[in-house]
């Protein structure tokens, strides 16, 4: 089991935490560290979790432009 959340496909960094509705949600830029196949830029995505253990992927909420 890994210490840190880390997405299949890139490296999350940039985390901003917000608490709302009982869960933390945890904002963060994912860097998929291949510009050649995704672009220049870093998205936002969002996470969701109760006790900081078992992540709830919420899918991109700011696309980078």
């Given at each position: 089991?890994?210490?840190?959340?880390?997405p299949?496909?890139?490296?999350?960094?940039?985390?901003?935490?917000?608490?709302?509705?009982?869960?933390?949600?945890?904002?963060?830029?994912?860097?998929?560290?291949?510009?050649?196949?995704?672009?220049?830029?870093?998205?936002?995505?969002?996470?969701?979790?109760?006790?900081?253990?078992?992540?709830?992927?919420?899918?991109?909420?700011?696309p980078?432009?």
């Amino acid at each position: 089991m890994a210490i840190f959340y880390r997405p299949d496909d890139g490296v999350a960094a940039d985390v901003i935490p917000f608490y709302w509705d009982g869960a933390n949600h945890l904002f963060y830029r994912k860097d998929y560290r291949d510009p050649a196949g995704h672009g220049e830029g870093t998205p936002w995505w969002q996470l969701a979790t109760r006790g900081l253990v078992q992540f709830d992927d919420r899918d991109e909420a700011l696309p980078h432009v």
